[in-house]
C-alpha cells in the first residue's frame, strides 16, 4: 500500500532533466517490470542454453536416433531387459521410501518434542550426512558391506554367516534409505514443527485416548510432510546413481546405470534418451501427484525443501540469526 | 515443556535412528588411519601413509584443486545470476513471477543422472566435455536454484518501501541496488555462494559424464579410486570431508542452542 502511494506520488513529480524521456512512455510499475526482466535475462539465458535447449535435444534424439519414429521407446518395453531394470529400479525406490517414513517419522516426532539443547544435536545428526560428500558416505558403506566386513560378521551372529552382500540389491537397498534419510526428515520437520500440539491435548481432554488423539489429529495434520518428503526421496531414488554403482553390480544394475553405460560408453543417445524422457516423465508424474496429495504448490514445496538447504547454508556460513 | 512428555521407546528408537545416521559414515575416520592396502575394518595396524598420499600424490592434488577450481568458478557464476535473477523476480507481478520461479527452480527435481546425459550429449557437440570451464557451466546450472532460493527467503523478510524511499530521494537504481538492496540482501547472496560452492564440490555424476584425463574432480577420482582401480586414499580423502562438514555445523548448532537457552532465560 504504502509503497504503492509513493511510487505514484514519485510519478507525478516532473521527470529530471537528464532522464531520457522514452522512459516515461512505461508507468511506473511498467518500468520496474521490465527493469525485473532484464535482472533475470543472465540466468534465464544460462539456464536455457546449459539445461533446456540440451534437454530439447535429447528428446529430439530420442525419436530420431537411429531413424526417425518411436522405436526407442518400443524397444524400451519390448526388449525384456529394460522393463527388468525399470521394475527392479521402481521396486527399490519403492522400499526405499517406505523405509525412509518408517524411520524419519519417529525421529523426527521426537525433534518436535525434544528440548533445544537435544533438538539441536538432532538438526546436526540430520544435517551433516547431507553435507557430507556423497563419496564418503556411499564408500563408507562399501566397507561396511564387504566381504569379511562388519555387516556381514554380525550376519554371522544370527547365523546367516557368508552370505554375499555387496553387489546385491539388498545392499543397494539398505545404503540407499540411510543415505536419502535426511531428505525425508527435513520436509516432514518443517510440517511437524508448524502443528499446534495443543490440538492433542483438546483431543484428550474431549475424551480420546492418547493413541486415537495422535491418529486422528496429529497424523493427518502431519501427512502433507510425509507425502513431500516421500515423494522427493522416490524421485531422488528413481535417479540415483552412486550408490548402486558402488554398491550393486551390472547382473541387478537399476536405470541410472543402464542410462550410464547407454550414452557415456556406448554414445547411443536416442536409446538412453529415451531412458532419460521415461525417468523424467515418471518424476514429474509422481511430483504432480504428490502435490495434488498435500495441497500444496510444487515451488511452495521446493522452497521448503531449499529452505532446509537454507538453514544449513546458514549454519555452516556461521550465520545463525533465529 | 507444553505438557508433551516423550515416551521411552520413542528415545530409545530415535537414539538407533541418529547411530544409523551418523556411525556409518563416521568409520571412515578409523579407516583412513590404516596401515593396510585393503578396506579392512577395523584396521589392524595404524598409519598416515594415506594422508601423506592424499596431499603429495599429483593426481590426488590436482584433484583438489581442480574442484577447487570448479567450485569457485560455479559460486561465482551462480551467485551472480542467482542474485541478479532473485532480484528481478521480486520486481515483477505475481502471475509472471510464479511461471518464471518454477522454470528458474526446474533443475531441482530433475534427477542428476538426466542432467549430465543432456549437458554430456550437449557438449560433446559443442567440444565442451573434458574441460573444467565445462564441468563449472553444467554445476551453475544445477546450482542457479539454489542461489535463487536463499537470496529470494532474504529479499522477502525485507520492507519493499525501502527501496522506494531511496529512489524518492532521488538515488539512482544502481546506487539504490549498491546502498539498499545488496548489503540487505546479503546474508541470503553469500549462504547462496556456499550452498553453490559445496553443491559443486561434492557433484560426481556430471563431473563423472564429463571428465577426462586432464579434468578430474575429487568426487571422480574418489569414484574411481573404488570402481577403476583401488586406491585407499580415497579412505583420507573420505574422512577429510567428513571432518571439514561436521565440524562447523555442529559449532553453528551448539552455539545456535545456547544463544536460544539464553533467551528464553531473559
Not at chain 2, 66 to 72: A, C, K, P, R, T
Request: glycine residues 8%; without cysteine.
Amino acid at each position: 500500500m504504502t509503497a504503492d502511494a509513493i511510487t505514484s506520488e514519485q510519478a507525478t513529480r516532473p521527470p529530471r532533466q537528464n532522464r531520457p524521456d522514452r522512459r516515461r512512455v512505461l508507468s511506473p510499475a511498467g518500468r520496474k517490470r521490465a527493469a525485473g526482466l532484464l535482472l533475470l535475462l543472465p540466468a534465464l539465458i544460462a539456464l536455457t542454453m546449459f539445461f533446456v535447449l540440451p534437454l530439447v535435444s535429447i528428446v529430439v534424439d530420442s525419436v530420431t536416433d537411429p531413424e526417425p519414429g518411436l522405436s526407442n521407446y518400443a524397444q524400451l518395453f519390448t526388449d525384456g531387459y529394460t522393463l527388468r531394470v525399470l521394475g527392479r529400479t521402481l521396486v527399490v525406490a519403492l522400499v526405499v521410501t517406505a523405509a525412509g517414513v518408517l524411520l524419519a517419522y519417529p525421529y523426527t516426532y521426537m525433534m518436535t518434542l525434544a528440548g533445544p539443547t537435544t533438538r539441536a544435536v538432532m538438526v546436526t545428526v540430520v544435517l551433516v550426512p547431507f553435507w557430507t560428500s556423497m563419496l564418503a558416505r556411499n564408500f563408507a558403506w562399501m566397507v561396511l558391506m564387504q566381504d569379511g566386513g562388519v555387516v556381514q560378521g554380525a550376519l554371522g551372529l544370527v547365523g546367516l554367516g557368508g552370505t554375499r552382500l555387496l553387489g546385491t540389491t539388498f545392499a543397494v537397498t539398505v545404503s540407499m534409505t540411510q543415505v536419502l534419510l535426511p531428505f525425508m526428515v527435513l520436509p516432514m520437520y518443517s510440517v511437524m514443527q508448524q502443528i499446534d500440539r495443543r490440538l492433542l491435548l483438546a483431543g484428550q481432554s474431549l475424551g480420546a485416548s492418547r493413541l486415537s488423539s495422535f491418529r486422528k489429529v496429529y497424523f493427518p495434520l502431519s501427512l502433507p510432510g510425509v507425502v513431500a518428503g516421500a515423494s522427493l526421496v522416490f524421485v531422488l531414488a528413481l535417479g540415483f546413481y552412486v550408490t548402486p554403482a558402488l554398491l550393486g553390480s551390472p547382473q541387478n544394475a537399476l536405470i541410472a546405470q543402464v542410462i550410464s553405460v547407454r550414452t557415456r560408453e556406448l554414445l547411443d543417445f536416442g536409446g538412453g534418451g529415451a531412458m532419460g524422457v521415461f525417468m523424467l516423465i515418471v518424476t514429474l508424474a509422481v511430483l504432480a501427484a504428490s502435490r495434488r496429495l498435500t495441497g500444496l504448490g510444487s515451488a511452495a514445496r521446493v522452497g521448503q525443501m531449499g529452505a532446509g538447504q537454507a538453514v544449513a547454508g546458514q549454519a555452516v556460513a556461521g550465520r545463525n540469526e533465529r | 515443556m507444553s505438557g508433551a512428555r516423550a515416551r521411552p521407546w520413542l528415545k530409545i528408537v530415535s537414539v538407533l535412528i541418529g547411530l544409523f545416521l551418523t556411525v556409518p559414515t563416521l568409520i571412515v575416520v578409523p579407516m583412513s588411519f590404516s596401515a593396510s592396502d585393503t578396506f579392512t575394518f577395523p584396521p589392524r595396524q595404524w598409519s598416515m601413509k594415506w594422508y601423506e598420499s592424499l596431499f603429495t600424490a599429483p593426481q590426488w592434488t590436482d584433484a583438489i584443486l581442480n574442484s577447487l577450481e570448479v567450485g569457485l568458478i560455479t559460486a561465482t557464476l551462480a551467485t551472480v545470476l542467482g542474485t541478479a535473477a532473485a532480484i528481478g523476480l521480486a520486481r515483477l507481478g505475481e502471475r509472471v513471477r510464479g511461471l518464471v520461479t518454477g522454470f528458474l527452480l526446474s533443475p531441482i527435481i530433475i534427477p542428476n543422472i538426466l542432467i549430465a546425459l543432456v549437458i554430456f550429449s550437449a557438449f560433446l557437440r559443442a567440444g565442451l566435455t573434458g574441460s573444467l570451464l565445462g564441468i563449472a557451466l553444467a554445476h551453475t546450472a544445477l546450482a542457479l536454484p539454489y542461489v535463487v532460493i536463499a537470496v529470494t527467503a532474504r529479499l522477502q523478510g525485507m520492507d519493499p518501501a525501502l527501496q522506494t524511499a531511496a529512489s524518492s530521494l532521488g538515488a539512482r537504481p544502481f546506487s539504490v541496488f549498491r546502498k539498499v538492496t545488496l548489503p540487505l540482501a546479503l546474508p541470503g547472496v553469500l549462504s547462496g555462494a556456499v550452498l553453490a560452492f559445496v553443491i559443486s564440490f561434492d557433484e560426481v555424476v556430471i563431473a563423472l559424464f564429463l571428465q577426462s584425463p586432464t579434468a578430474v574432480t575429487l568426487p571422480v577420482l574418489m569414484f574411481n579410486s573404488v570402481t577403476v582401480q583401488i586406491d585407499p586414499t580415497i579412505s583420507a580423502a573420505s574422512s577429510l570431508t567428513v571432518l571439514v562438514v561436521s565440524v562447523p555445523i555442529l559449532l553453528a548448532q551448539v552455539i545456535g542452542a545456547r544463544r536460544g537457552n539464553k533467551e528464553r532465560q531473559r
